[in-house]
């Protein structure tokens, strides 16, 4: 039951609340002075507070600095029949969620509260989730809560603790390497060593003897020995990055690895055995390739006996407030900014398709940390793709890729887009949104519901009425 706290020194403005809230199945806790109100809030929590801002020995301004530092997460929705410009700007600065004039409708308190509680329950959401994260066992900087994250997050606890080589598939920047270390760092491995190895950035010498080392004397310039990946990650893991760049006379040489467990080392006699657990990733096609012959078939079986695909980032945007907030927190430590995004900017963010998935988004946040001037990111801030891309009508002259796409997923992004886009335009007016969007107000309430950007409706309608003052 939702605990909610009442502050008016009025007995029948409290009355009156507790009546309506009460029947709303909240639990309704009253206090007729701040300091009152401040004492209960030292006792025992309340989800959301509801507080009129003339009372005789503490302004409601004074209440809500002091409650901040008590409570900073609880929501506070302001109430006055006294509104001045000044008082509602000093409100919001300090953190007030809303402000309500007196008379007011009680049906409109009702949706501002439950606004408010929906967006507690989401600041609440994401710190379980994290600490979720961190129980599950050191999951490194993976982050998302959608559905087909959920599934990533279960492979990895299913495979790590098996000594089965895993294939990570997805595209540049969704995150394969995180994947392959947390998988290490989960498994019986974690205190062994993690050696890794872009396949793509090195020739076909290189990476031979970057994998299985070389005896002094093997070539010109080899003046010592030097031990191989797989032979100084021991019994610990080594992943091969961007394994579909491999030659296939590369391939062939990792195919006798992986079937006789030894490395010969360049120009020894003798091969090592090696206990590593193989990790590949590659952002390519390999059954495709696989038929065109540009890979081999018994390579590709033996590297993909447990396969793991990363979803790209426009196909899990509901994770993108969860990104920004982690990448905002990351880039605030390191220049000592303390920074918020503006409801406009996360919604141009939400929006966007990010071709280069989340390394893209990290890269855009720290630049906007390190260019804006004020206190919360600004849509300026952003690059031109970014700010310049909204939602689009579709069209018929697109390219439909050949291994074909997930139209539920693609509609559902698309759907969302728009109902953003929507929503910005008319500043959480879901009204006007509606009409724009040429759909009834019912309808659109439901896919706001569904996207789970109930919250951001409400911090775009509130931004609009800041500064219509």
Same mark, same amino acid.
């Given at each position: 039951?939702?605990?909610?706290?009442?502050?008016?020194?009025?007995?029948?403005? +409290?009355?009156?609340?507790?009546?309506?809230?009460?029947?709303?199945?909240?639990?309704?806790?009253?206090?007729?002075?701040?300091?009152?109100?401040?004492?209960?809030?030292?006792?025992?929590?309340?989800?959301?507070?509801?507080?009129? !801002?003339?009372?005789?020995?503490?302004?409601?301004?004074?209440?809500?600095?002091?409650?901040?530092?008590?409570?900073?997460?609880?929501?506070?929705?302001?109430?006055?029949?006294?509104?001045?410009?000044?008082?509602?700007?000093?409100?919001?600065?300090?953190?007030?969620?809303?402000? !309500?004039?007196?008379?007011?409708?009680?049906?409109?308190?009702?949706?501002?509260?439950?606004?408010?509680?929906?967006?507690?329950?989401?600041?609440?959401?994401?710190?379980?989730?994290?600490?979720?994260?961190?129980?599950?066992?050191?999951?490194?900087?993976?982050?998302?809560?959608?559905?087909?994250?959920?599934?990533?997050?279960?492979?990895?606890?299913?495979?790590?603790?098996?000594?089965?080589?895993?294939?990570?598939?997805?595209?540049?920047?969704?995150?394969?390497?995180?994947?392959?270390?947390?998988?290490?760092?989960?498994?019986?491995?974690? =205190?062994?060593?993690?050696?890794?190895?872009?396949?793509?950035?090195?020739?076909?010498?290189?990476?031979?003897?970057?994998?299985?080392?070389?005896?002094?004397?093997?070539?010109?310039?080899?003046?010592? %020995?030097?031990?191989?990946?797989?032979?100084?990650?021991?019994?610990?893991?080594?992943?091969?990055?961007?394994?579909?760049?491999?030659?296939?006379?590369?391939?062939?040489?990792?195919?006798?690895?992986?079937?006789?467990?030894?490395?010969?080392?360049?120009?020894?006699?003798?091969?090592?055995?090696?206990?590593?657990?193989?990790?590949?990733?590659?952002?390519?096609?390999?059954?495709?390739?696989?038929?065109?012959?540009?890979?081999?078939?018994?390579?590709?079986?033996?590297?993909?006996?447990?396969?793991?695909?990363?979803?790209?980032?426009?196909?899990?945007?509901?994770?993108?407030?969860?990104?920004?907030?982690?990448?905002?927190?990351?880039?605030?430590?390191?220049?000592?900014?303390?920074?918020?995004?503006?409801?406009?900017?996360?919604?141009?963010?939400?929006?966007?398709?990010?071709?280069?998935?989340?390394?893209?988004?990290?890269?855009?946040?720290?630049?906007?940390?390190?260019?804006?001037?004020?206190?919360?990111?600004?849509?300026?801030?952003?690059?031109?793709?970014?700010?310049?891309?909204?939602?689009?009508?579709?069209?018929?002259?697109?390219?439909?890729?050949?291994?074909?796409?997930?139209?539920?997923?693609?509609? %559902?992004?698309?759907?969302?887009?728009?109902?953003?886009?929507?929503?910005?335009?008319?500043?959480?007016?879901?009204?006007?949104?509606?009409?724009?969007?040429?759909?009834?107000?019912?309808?659109?309430?439901?896919?706001? =519901?569904?996207?789970?950007?109930?919250?951001?409706?409400?911090?775009?309608?509130?931004?609009?009425? +800041?500064?219509?003052?």
């Amino acid at each position: 039951m939702a605990k909610l706290l009442v502050v008016d020194d009025e007995q029948s403005m +409290r009355q009156l609340l507790s009546l309506v809230f009460g029947r709303e199945g909240y639990e309704v806790r009253t206090a007729r002075t701040g300091r009152e109100a401040l004492e209960i809030l030292r006792l025992s929590a309340v989800d959301v507070i509801i507080s009129d !801002v003339k009372m005789p020995d503490m302004s409601g301004i004074e209440l809500l600095r002091e409650a901040r530092a008590i409570a900073p997460d609880t929501p506070v929705i302001m109430m006055t029949a006294f509104a001045t410009i000044e008082t509602a700007r000093e409100a919001f600065k300090l953190g007030a969620d809303d402000f !309500v004039q007196k008379p007011f409708d009680v049906d409109e308190l009702k949706e501002i509260v439950r606004r408010a509680f929906d967006k507690l329950q989401l600041v609440e959401e994401n710190r379980a989730f994290r600490r979720a994260q961190a129980e599950r066992g050191r999951l490194d900087q993976i982050i998302g809560r959608s559905r087909r994250m959920q599934a990533v997050y279960q492979m990895i606890e299913q495979v790590a603790p098996l000594n089965s080589t895993v294939l990570i598939t997805g595209e540049s920047g969704t995150g394969k390497e995180l994947v392959a270390r947390a998988i290490h760092n989960l498994s019986p491995r974690a =205190d062994k060593p993690f050696v890794s190895v872009n396949c793509g950035a090195l020739t076909e010498t290189l990476l031979e003897s970057e994998l299985f080392g070389y005896r002094k004397g093997a070539f010109t310039g080899a003046t010592q %020995n030097r031990k191989g990946l797989f032979e100084a990650a021991g019994h610990g893991t080594i992943f091969l990055d961007e394994v579909g760049e491999m030659s296939p006379a590369m391939q062939v040489k990792l195919l006798r690895v992986l079937q006789e467990r030894k490395v010969r080392p360049l120009g020894s006699p003798e091969e090592i055995a090696t206990e590593a657990r193989v990790i590949a990733a590659t952002n390519r096609d390999l059954a495709k390739m696989v038929k065109q012959g540009a890979f081999r078939e018994d390579l590709y079986y033996r590297i993909s006996v447990i396969p793991i695909e990363i979803p790209p980032l426009r196909e899990r945007r509901e994770d993108i407030p969860l990104l920004v907030e982690h990448f905002l927190e990351k880039f605030c430590a390191q220049t000592g900014k303390r920074l918020k995004i503006s409801t406009r900017a996360l919604a141009l963010l939400e929006s966007y398709s990010w071709p280069g998935n989340v390394r893209e988004l990290e890269h855009t946040i720290e630049r906007a940390v390190a260019l804006e001037p004020t206190e919360e990111i600004q849509p300026e801030r952003l690059p031109d793709p970014v700010r310049n891309e909204v939602a689009r009508t579709p069209q018929t002259d697109f390219t439909f890729p050949e291994e074909g796409i997930s139209l539920f997923d693609h509609l %559902n992004a698309l759907e969302r887009a728009y109902v953003i886009e929507a929503l910005r335009r008319t500043g959480g007016n879901q009204t006007r949104a509606a009409e724009l969007l040429h759909i009834p107000v019912r309808s659109l309430r439901h896919l706001i =519901d569904k996207h789970e950007i109930r919250a951001l409706s409400a911090q775009l309608r509130s931004e609009a009425a +800041r500064g219509a003052e």
